[in-house]
């Protein structure tokens, strides 16, 4: 697609941003304007906008949209440093005027919601063929829902806004089962949208069928639980995940490490791409994931943006996959120029921390990454840039959701235990053992899921959530990990929604402030 197809879009893009961190303009109304939709290229440009708005250093580009989930076992922030906005988020104590709540945390999603009605509300216009418009449509129906369900799972109740507003609109908040029955809805029509597959490659940048399936599971089986604890859905995640593992088009990668080395791989269900060169670089690999202490031979050190809390690192299985998730290591550079290698625990780090070995090496090419390039021994160079896709849901998500709402809708099956063994196998696990009831089936594969899943998506903190096992995990930590600012159950109950961000409570005084802030 030619550039100039683009700028219109993309500029209303930086708009919509601009906007939003101004208390007297409202983003809710920053929309396309529908008569640039008169060409396939128009509409094509559109789509290709959403996705733009993904990957800047404010979206999906940074860790910044995971600071509300600090709350959970796998993430944790150094106390001290420049990491206030994760530190209030670990310690539980998360405000609605955190620095980053609003500007990245909620307005990543909104943006693309603003986006996609763009498109849902003017892709008819388009002449041309209509399976070729719908194709192009079904990527923004996807994206929408996914934009709502981290809204919903993250905020509680939030207005649904589905179409072009005025900028004076100030809607209420619809409840979570409102904002739910859209996720699904968006989600359907997205399946008879979107083509089957994305072409002989598995180009895992743009939604397929199977995609929104596999979102849809995901979607089902939190419906399942609470808040709504519609127990029916399981039943039906299961049957969407069920269709994707039967239509044969992924499969687990065979190594764990190589799956955050490499781009559209087996097990890439759908991603977010980037591109250091045009100017997209992808700053959750590399640097973000290096330690403090630790420099390069390029003379670039790490940012410790995040690490795991100390007690669920060592509550990890004894596998393959820990080893080449967690960093246990650290590499000193000393000043005759040789590395000298100490554990995480010793007193010459300041954390005495593990940190994540997954997301340290970026893109790997010919055996060069992109990120933090190194041997066993030795740091060559660090980079904050890299061109490493972030999967936003790969196959074993996919694996573990049937095992977990097949399990739980009438027991667990012969298929259940394939599904979660199968990630197992991988990880260098023993099969499962048999005859466990479902919900001991069930806390299986969420703590599967928790150690397959780290630190990705908020993946750990949503089931954490869902599953309301805040107390549980306040319990086990360690004292080595920032104190917890609640002290009641009752105040730790109420930290499973972020705050609305002060600005959006003073664009909307008819709103009533989550519980607890």
């Avoid at 990543?108 to 070729?132: L, S």
């Amino acid at each position: 697609m030619k550039i100039k197809k683009l700028i219109p879009f993309i500029f209303l893009v930086t708009l919509v941003y601009l906007g939003c961190s101004k208390l007297n303009e409202d983003p809710k109304a920053a929309l396309t304007p529908g008569n640039y939709f008169k060409t396939q290229a128009d509409l094509d440009g559109a789509v290709t906008a959403i996705f733009q708005g993904l990957v800047v250093d404010g979206g999906y580009a940074f860790d910044f949209p995971l600071y509300s989930y600090f709350g959970s076992d796998d993430l944790t922030a150094d106390p001290n440093l420049g990491k206030s906005d994760q530190r209030e988020f670990d310690q539980l104590n998360g405000s609605s005027g955190n620095g980053s709540l609003a500007g990245h945390v909620w307005y990543t999603p909104w943006a693309a919601i603003y986006q996609c009605n763009n498109v849902t509300d003017n892709y008819q216009r388009v002449a041309g063929d209509e399976a070729t418009k719908n194709a192009a449509a079904g990527q923004a129906f996807f994206i929408r829902a996914w934009s709502y369900f981290v809204l919903v799972r993250t905020f509680g109740p939030v207005p649904v806004i589905t179409t072009k507003v005025s900028a004076d609109y100030r809607p209420p908040r619809d409840s979570i089962g409102t904002v739910y029955a859209q996720i699904v809805s968006d989600l359907k029509t997205a399946i008879s949208f979107l083509p089957a597959y994305s072409g002989s490659l598995q180009l895992s940048g743009k939604a397929t069928q199977n995609a929104a399936r596999s979102l849809l599971a995901e979607v089902y089986l939190t419906m399942a639980t609470w808040p709504l604890n519609q127990t029916s859905n399981y039943a039906l995640a299961a049957a969407e995940a069920d269709t994707v593992i039967k239509a044969g088009q992924y499969s687990l990668v065979p190594d764990y490490g190589q799956v955050f080395t490499t781009n559209d791989n087996s097990e890439s269900v759908f991603a977010l791409h980037f591109n250091v060169a045009g100017g997209n670089p992808n700053r959750l690999f590399g640097d973000c994931s290096g330690v403090w202490e630790e420099y390069g031979e390029d003379g670039n050190f790490g940012w410790e943006e995040f690490y795991s809390e100390l007690n669920y690192f060592k509550a990890a299985p004894v596998c393959k996959r820990t080893d080449e998730e967690f960093y246990t290591t650290i590499k000193l550079l000393q000043p005759d120029g040789t590395f000298k290698l100490v554990p995480y625990w010793s007193n010459e780090t300041r954390n005495q921390h593990p940190f994540y070995k997954k997301f340290r090496a970026g893109l790997v090419t010919n055996g060069v990454a992109d990120g933090i390039y190194e041997t066993d021994s030795v740091i060559i160079s660090m980079n904050p840039s890299t061109n490493k896709t972030t999967d936003v849901i790969r196959y074993p998500l996919v694996l573990l959701a049937y095992a977990e709402a097949s399990a739980m809708a009438g027991g667990p099956t012969g298929d259940s235990y394939a599904a979660i063994n199968q990630v197992r196998a991988r990880a260098g696990e023993p099969p499962l053992t048999l005859g466990l009831s479902a919900t001991a089936f069930r806390d299986s594969v969420v703590y599967e899921r928790s150690y397959e899943f780290s630190a990705e998506m908020g993946i750990r903190w949503f089931d954490i959530q869902r599953l309301q096992l805040l107390p549980q995990v306040v319990a086990a930590r360690s004292p080595m990990d920032n104190p917890i600012s609640p002290t009641s159950l009752a105040d730790i109950q109420d930290k499973y929604y972020a705050p609305i961000p002060i600005n959006e409570m003073l664009k909307n005084p008819q709103w009533a402030q989550n519980p607890g802030y």
